[in-house]
């Protein structure tokens, strides 16, 4: 695809080819994520940070990699106070703000939401979150962490198998992730989840088509074995209907080291998308995996920054001019430490 | 006036010429807003934009504004946070947060509160809207928008026509543009209104003694033909003691392409201040309307920032400098294609 | 201490000469807070300023400090919208977070907070505030307010004696400010509050130990006499168990011209941590006193800024590039007026 002045709305906008774009131009971030430099390649210009439901993670992911390209944010949290509630269309709320800012990002609770802001925004819409629908930057994310954990063993994606465990049926990131690895060939997925949070049929179905080895599972230990990723997910308790309903599954499927000792390869990959329930009734990853260096859960969210950085260069078009407007950095750097 | 170091607290501060020279500066603006060149006059500079009431597109407006001069922006949004709950005076509150920023925009839900604030701030005031009573830079867009609309038909405001439609009573935006347009000639107003939320008496009285036509309607239809501009506005339902007595009049004045083809001049330019209700049972701006070229109600949001971006320049003494400060823009500009 | 890369937690790491340097790099900052000079020592740097628990005036100091040494912040504001509540560790926030920014400013309702989120921080946490333990910053700006005031009459901090007035139990900013005064000598301490809100015996006791003259008194107009510095406190109604139980002392120990003209020696000077509470029943410093030359509660604010500067170009290690970076401010500055 075309990234300059497009909306990133969907993974289903991307072929192998544009994710492998987005990869290369990531790489090209990471002195910049690093602090070995610094660059002003976005000076002058503003992101629309609209956050019309909370998730201060996504929310300073997105705009820590903005001013890390120079640019400026302007930004809104939570939903109570927006014009939205006196009765104006998302349309008219996307015509307003697009003439404030030169790229938005946008996290909105309702299915399509963001979609529908695009279509009057007359700027580009990147897709920070509608719903149990799209988060289409958190899918790009966990596969560049994949493909950079992997390469590290000299393997790529295509070949690869992972296990994805927990919440398969609400869980948007699995759905998203589900589709890109729907782009590589002789991948093998394990899904692990109680029957009633299956993974949808029709993803299921569509990743059979495209050639992927899917198979189901409803326990843990023996299907975590010979599994390159294993990927653990947050039973969401704001998807289900009530506490009670979500408590049913919290804590079925955990993880940790004793776990990961007996029954994983040596160096299988531990991923989660966070964040994780650490409380004792959940825990689905334990504590005691902090120090086990296969466990890439805080690389993904480092690595959240570099893709959401590819992500702004590619749609405002200076992906190749990042490093002419490049310096020194002059402060003490705790990542060269 | 001379704006620098000025708090710009009313619409009464104006006289013609003041309106003309931030208009003179807002023109100005236009390379700038539309990312032609990008300007760091007011780097180092903060902004304390403070908003002890919500609104996300005049807090979003200044800040951006003020970013697009180069400023940094520190922010609040909202009320039960503040120290004001601590039982802090606005006069206290106004002398520290004075001491953290060059200028300080500030919205709160009291009449009055922001020249109190400004009483005691060391640095100038931009009022941002307090209460039912001011909110200067929503007037001044307006009468910018209409400027700008009418100039190219080769007109000016001198001798221009209005029909102001809805809740004439409660509408500060309503209230404060009559009080601009007193200072033109032969300015014809048409006021159309429930009898209950009639334009307050002493208003119509300053215009008329001002020398403006002003002429009362209950009624929609027969009362737009025939101006230059019909300015709709919303029923403000927080202004009511009750929703139920907001419903009474919501819905009464619609305005929709039918109605505009049948009644008005061609031509005639539509205006809003926003947001517009478009919930069906207000919808005093039809969507169908969002084709014809002469709604300029996005026109109107785009202008607050130039005027936004004048009074800042303006109070700060910057006017005659920013173009010395500006550069090229590199980044995909949507505004440019 | 070496302040490279160093968490500011607690005063407890402090010894006299970490003071002594961090007030005479304050010094260093004058002209950039007084606009007279601005500096890009820190530009390309990220703040990650954290308040899980609100406080706009210390937020907005932080914030406007880092702004003013040329870096940009990205913040969060309240508790009920982070990843917290759905049950993630601070230790995982703060892995999470220390990935977007350079160095953190955190405040939390919770004792022990920050430490505990340092200890995961990959970057260093300056202590915005941990619920009634510590609030490092305001110890060193209230410091740093009495070597200025002090300084004016040719004197020290050594030899010095103040009165501290109120709620000296919960009030953490007397804790902190009392541990300080004890790295100096010959200083004489006057403790006046009810006696159910006397500070803590072991603080008393360390303060002896090291040498300070500490005294106590539960009545104010005679205790206030002879001392250089008089530091009222409000009756923090949040520290209570219910507000009843607060208004109990609320009010008990006011301070106005006329007890200031009748008691205290002249020019002795007034502070207090702010914000004051102004409404009639409390009201613990009038506002007839804003107008004595003697009343720093404001100049206590805008040093405020000048000490947090001092510590992130500390613990970012840019105290000696600030002015290499520093440039010509061209915009109106009310400042210096």
Redesign the interface.
Known sequence: MNF??AHILSINQFQREDVDQVFAVADNMEPYAL?KR?????????L?NMFFE????T???F??AF??L?G???????F????LV????L???A???S????VICMRHPQIGSVADFASAS???VLNGGDGANEHPTQALLDLYTIRKELAQKSRGIDGMSIAMIGDLRHGRTVHSLSKLLSLYTKVRVVLISPQELSLPEIIIESMRRSGVDVSESHELTQSIADVDIVYST?IQ?ERFSSKQEADIYRGKFRLNQAVYTQYCQPNTVIMHP??????AD?NELD?DLDNNPNLAI?RQ??NG?LVRMALFAL????AD?VDD?S?P???????Q?
Chains 1, 2, 3 share one sequence.
């Open positions: 300059t002045g602090r610094a660059t002003r390649v976005l000076e002058g210009a503003i629309g909370a998730s201060t993670r929310r300073v992911s705009g820590s001013n890390l120079g400026e944010v302007r930004e809104t949290a939570g109570e106070n927006s014009a006196k009765g104006e269309s349309q008219d709320t015509r307003v703000l003439g404030f800012s030169d007359r700027v580009p947050r308790e966070l964040p994780r329930d650490s409380r959940a504590i805080f969210t480092d920054v749609v405002l078009d200076v001019k407007f310096s950095v002059h402060w003490y750097n705790s990542r430490s």
